[in-house]
């Protein structure tokens, strides 16, 4: 599989095979993905990969505190707005994701070395978001290596807030921060052969903002 194909059809994962994911397959997906480009080279990036069965119970738990919130919301809102069959399908997905994360064979919890990110952005009058440039390349790449592997992956992010309880159960480093977590196994029903994005005559433009680049063959 090249590249460009793994990235096609790589999707969010919401439900696994029981199968365990051997450590040889981590090592190798992590072999490639700390190629990531990252401010300075300082390679901020740790993973802890989570295999058992009680810290994953506990993982679960916080995640739901934050996630039953999230759905409801969500829920109300999809139903207000007379959303797709597809969209409350894929809550439902989410939900029941969610509801199993336990379950699911790993949970990767990527951790970075705060001091060692590169956050140029952090005086301007907005939150900072170059500071994940040093860590979500990386995970990018971890996933697309997982995938090429026949594995998985949902990356999610509302268990950050709960990072000192995360931290204390992982005995993670006071000096390192939380930055996503990521559940992967061998897919239950195959990868994703279309997923839904927009064109890129919508998101990439030449010379000024607007301005689409052209369709080849147009
Ligand atoms: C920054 C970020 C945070 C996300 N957080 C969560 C999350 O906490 N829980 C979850 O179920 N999915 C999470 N997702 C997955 C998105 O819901 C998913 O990428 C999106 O619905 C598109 O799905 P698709 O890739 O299968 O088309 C997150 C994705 C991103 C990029």
Redesign the pocket.
Known sequence: MDALEAMRT?????SFRAEDVPDAVVYEAAEAARFAPQGGNRQPVRLVVVRDRAKKERLAEL?LA??RG?FEAARAGTQALGEYDSARR?LTR?NK??ENLAGHPLIIVVCARLDALHITDRELDRPAVVGGASIYPYVQNLCIALRVQGVAT??????VESEPEVKELLEIPAEYITA??VVAGYPARGF?EK???RPVEETVFVDTFGHSIDTPGS
């Open positions: 790589i999707g969010t994962a919401r995640y934050h996630w999230y894929a989410a994701f969610a949902a990356l999610t992010t509302l268990l996503a977590h994703p997923l839904t994005r």
